[in-house]
């Protein structure tokens, strides 16, 4: 068996991450030749299977694991005096992210390190499984989907946990979909029948939104793989997301500074710091991504209708995404609108506008206090104290003057330049990502395939199969050699 | 030697990527339990010297290389009836990602295969060097750079390459800087001799503009290193990056569309297909990206003066960036205005607009001929029938009325929600590079750390470097096997 390892895309590598070589191999061959060479100096690579077909190009002929593939290599020659590394090694950091600097008006996102970490957690949360035995509640399957995972402690029933959950028991579970094995996330309803589907309608138009502000909802359905009859929400899985209420409103501290702190009486220096406060730059990231999903959703004739710190999703530093879409829609459909399921979306739109305006305010005081309408006077006396009036204006705007209709369009220009803050924020970020997928050492072993020196034979193993092959050939060879075999 | 494949973060690893064992263990814990546990019900996990130290955190110690690093733990144990993998196993690909749909109206980016390869590409060309026996002319060293590598062919001295280059003949490579081991690109004036240094106030503010759409220039020197006396700009190096002249005003048939078509006469059926011109959220993508450096470069109090499809970088599918930046402050300065470098830049910058506009034109005709001022009526004809309003107007207000200042802010409206287009396209890209970052095969091998039992040995090496390790010990095991040693 023939080994060697590595794959630079200029020599046919024997030892190759776990691709099939097919898509590999067809796809555009990489030229770093070409960006000095014009075309017409191109000439055939010297490969070692080259046919000249009518077409004049040079098609290669490679046999894996008894498959012969074919595909074109349009590779130039190297020119004369340019040298090509043909050994493997990292290239450096590029500059523009080895010197990149924090914006102080920008929302920080996950630098190198902690981006990571950040995938090796979700990586594990993602293959993370339960022990059957100890949790036999968990049905093994539900629908097309198996592998359930608890994603929250298992619900008792009480009010609060109701009161919260669109006014039902709900559970949620990560789960695998046996028809394309990809991680889902489901949100069962408890003891709900279903007994009208024209709601259907508007779970159909959900399925339709792509959005990097929303997660997806794929299906839903009606089960009775559970103890009671059940309805499920199947939503794309983000793991390791969070809620805003657990990242922001989960902190008594943070609610005395706004219920102790008496703004209307001028009792002393008012704070100029934003001492407990969030950064306005991080309230401005998460208004552009919030705004973004509803104009989605407006736009599509929907209503957001979850509008809620606890329905509203963080993944890494800033990204936020709008969780369990249409689950109002289903639940609280009503039999009088039977003929138009569509008719109370203009009134849901508004009250989605006011929704985003609470959690504006809400983070802005960084207490979710400073949304009762008894608060609301001091609410905002802190903002104007704290923050820019582009951030007063637009938290009026969606909270008072309720005779005019509201538009998600008319905070566009509240937003303005800070469209480009947040546009340059994630390109940089792009920059971050990109390097770190160039230079990559996350620790996570890959697999590969071993292919036989007849190619008829193809073995795809991680490294801790190959180290565990080497240990024990290590140790039959020590045995041989001292004469116990 | 102890081997074992493989780094989950829940074990302690014997073979690691090629990093630092410090910051990796001081680093926040990945904790893929935590986000089912209440922080109540955090335990200390079972790790190996665990002490309890007057804080009441436990810290870890261990020892690397004869190094004892310290670092605070604080996973949880697992709950009972959660199983983590313990082997290695790839998650599959989210399916936010894998269902990712292309939208219409957003530009597109690279899908993971696509971006592999350029990644490869860019590593190639980063890594690419000359044999410098076949390029005498090329100094081994110039100031504080070496491994210098033309990027253009070497410019013969005509009128054509002097005109499109700031009046100079001008050189372009590659070269990394002693001091930081790192990559840049140096733009060399040739025969150019400084003799007044004020316009180095300029250069300084240049060095510290940090923009996602801007090549950052890093410092301007005079060097005697070539063969005559050279002023030398040090930018980043943005691998893979063509101009904008390149991709898209180097196709005579493009050309031949819009100057053969008589579109004052009306003869024929007008084009209702965008039949050879660009895409609208192309040419948006290209606005946003350009008036965002403008307005980064003008709130700077700087003029960019290289507003032209032959100084914008591109990079991958969309990406741009202005590139050149200060080079004409630096060559054109005026002994008058000596001393106020500053003085012309107002104007300079309403230059900026009207550069901008044109670059906008052009590739709305497809074409530089649309800018030539006879074909200016023929060219807003072709906006009008193929684009919308919004684009027509903010040519309009950049190339005519001249009367008045203009300003990049007064576009903002022009753009209106195709911000979040952007932007929504910048965020799906993460996700899908985070992905593959995730998934990672693009078949360059890591580096692994191989410790001793004792800990007190570290070696750093390859897989090639193991493989080959494997092999000799496996031919010296064979031998010895047979008697022969």
Same mark, same amino acid.
């Not at 080994?3 to 990489?30: E, W, Y």
């Not at 050994?87 to 523009?96: C, G, K, S, V």
């Not at 539900?142 to 669109?166: A, G």
């Given at each position: 068996?023939?080994?060697?390892?590595?794959?630079?895309?200029?020599?046919?590598?024997?030892?190759?991450?776990?691709?099939?070589?097919?898509?590999?191999?067809?796809?555009?061959?990489?030229?770093?030749?070409?960006?000095?060479?014009?075309? +017409?100096?191109?000439?055939?690579?010297?490969?070692?299977?080259?046919?000249?077909? +009518?077409?004049?190009?040079?098609?290669?002929?490679?046999?894996?694991?008894?498959?012969?593939?074919?595909?074109?290599?349009?590779?130039?020659?190297?020119?004369?005096?340019?040298?090509?590394?043909?050994?493997?090694?990292?290239?450096?950091?590029?500059?523009?992210?080895?010197?990149?600097?924090?914006?102080?008006?920008?929302?920080?996102?996950?630098?190198?390190?902690?981006?990571?970490?950040?995938?090796?957690?979700?990586?594990?949360?993602?293959?993370?499984?339960?022990?059957?035995?100890?949790?036999?509640? #968990?049905?093994?399957?539900?629908?097309?989907?198996?592998?359930?995972?608890?994603?929250?402690?298992?619900?008792?029933?009480?009010?609060?946990?109701?009161?919260? &959950?669109?006014?039902?028991?709900?559970?949620?579970?990560?789960?695998?979909?046996?028809?394309?094995?990809?991680?889902?996330?489901?949100?069962?309803?408890?003891?709900?029948?279903?007994?009208?589907?024209?709601?259907?309608?508007?779970?159909?138009?959900?399925?339709?939104?792509?959005?990097?502000?929303? #997660?997806?909802?794929?299906?839903?359905?009606?089960?009775?793989?559970?103890?009671?009859?059940?309805?499920?929400?199947?939503?794309?899985?983000?793991?390791?997301?969070?809620?805003?209420?657990?990242?922001?409103?989960?902190?008594? %501290?943070?609610?005395?500074?706004?219920?102790?702190?008496?703004?209307?009486?001028?009792?002393?220096?008012?704070?100029?710091?934003?001492?407990?406060?969030?950064?306005? +730059?991080?309230?401005?990231?998460?208004?552009?991504?919030?705004?973004?999903?509803?104009?989605?959703?407006?736009?599509?004739?929907?209503?957001?209708? #979850?509008?809620?710190?606890?329905?509203?999703?963080?993944?890494?530093?800033?990204?936020?995404?709008? %969780?369990?879409?249409? #689950?109002?829609?289903?639940?609280?459909?009503?039999?009088?609108?039977?003929?138009?399921?569509?008719?109370?979306?203009?009134?849901?739109?508004?009250?989605?506008?006011?929704?985003?305006?609470?959690?504006?305010?809400?983070?802005?005081?960084? +207490?979710?206090?400073?949304?009762?309408?008894?608060?609301?006077?001091?609410?905002?006396?802190?903002?104007?104290?704290?923050?820019?009036?582009?951030?007063?204006?637009?938290?009026?705007?969606?909270?008072?003057?309720? &005779?005019?209709?509201?538009?998600?369009?008319?905070?566009?220009?509240?937003?303005?330049?800070?469209?480009?803050?947040?546009?340059?924020?994630?390109?940089?970020?792009?920059?971050?990502?990109?390097?770190?997928?160039?230079?990559?050492?996350?620790?996570?072993?890959?697999?590969?395939?071993?292919?036989?020196?007849?190619?008829?034979?193809?073995?795809?193993?991680?490294?801790?199969?190959?180290?565990?092959?080497?240990?024990?050939?290590?140790?039959?060879?020590?045995?041989?050699?001292?004469?116990?075999?």
């Amino acid at each position: 068996m023939s080994l060697s390892a590595g794959s630079s895309p200029l020599h046919s590598p024997k030892i190759t991450p776990h691709t099939s070589p097919a898509p590999r191999r067809r796809s555009h061959t990489p030229n770093p030749a070409s960006f000095m060479v014009p075309p +017409s100096a191109s000439t055939p690579a010297n490969n070692p299977v080259p046919q000249t077909p +009518s077409s004049g190009q040079v098609i290669q002929k490679e046999t894996v694991g008894g498959t012969t593939y074919f595909y074109t290599d349009t590779t130039p020659a190297p020119l004369t005096g340019m040298v090509f590394p043909n050994y493997h090694i990292y290239p450096p950091t590029a500059p523009h992210v080895a010197y990149m600097q924090p914006k102080a008006n920008a929302p920080s996102f996950f630098m190198a390190d902690e981006l990571r970490q950040e995938l090796i957690n979700r990586h594990l949360i993602t293959m993370a499984q339960i022990d059957q035995a100890d949790m036999p509640a #968990v049905p093994t399957e539900v629908d097309s989907y198996h592998s359930l995972f608890p994603l929250e402690p298992l619900p008792p029933p009480n009010r609060i946990q109701k009161s919260s &959950n669109f006014g039902y028991i709900t559970s949620c579970y990560k789960a695998v979909n046996s028809k394309d094995d990809l991680p889902y996330c489901l949100r069962r309803i408890h003891g709900f029948r279903l007994v009208n589907t024209k709601c259907m309608v508007l779970v159909d138009m959900w399925k339709k939104i792509q959005h990097s502000n929303i #997660v997806t909802l794929r299906e839903v359905f009606t089960t009775k793989a559970f103890a009671e009859p059940s309805l499920v929400f199947a939503y794309d899985f983000h793991a390791g997301g969070e809620t805003m209420m657990s990242r922001h409103f989960n902190d008594p %501290n943070a609610d005395a500074y706004f219920t102790k702190r008496k703004w209307g009486q001028h009792d002393g220096p008012l704070p100029r710091q934003h001492a407990g406060l969030l950064p306005e +730059s991080l309230i401005w990231a998460y208004i552009v991504q919030l705004s973004s999903a509803l104009r989605t959703i407006h736009t599509a004739g929907l209503a957001c209708r #979850v509008m809620d710190p606890t329905k509203i999703l963080i993944t890494g530093k800033t990204r936020l995404r709008v %969780n369990c879409v249409g #689950v109002f829609d289903v639940l609280t459909f009503d039999n009088s609108q039977n003929n138009n399921p569509l008719a109370l979306m203009a009134q849901y739109q508004q009250a989605d506008l006011i929704s985003l305006g609470k959690v504006v305010l809400a983070l802005a005081c960084n +207490s979710l206090a400073g949304i009762q309408r008894e608060n609301l006077q001091k609410a905002m006396e802190l903002v104007t104290i704290n923050y820019s009036s582009d951030l007063k204006n637009l938290i009026l705007y969606l909270l008072t003057d309720q &005779n005019r209709m509201r538009s998600v369009n008319d905070i566009m220009p509240m937003i303005g330049a800070r469209f480009y803050t947040q546009l340059d924020a994630a390109q940089m970020r792009n920059d971050v990502i990109e390097e770190d997928l160039a230079k990559l050492d996350a620790g996570v072993p890959e697999k590969i395939s071993l292919i036989s020196r007849d190619e008829k034979s193809v073995l795809v193993v991680t490294y801790s199969d190959l180290k565990r092959c080497f240990e024990n050939t290590f140790q039959e060879l020590i045995a041989a050699a001292n004469g116990q075999l």
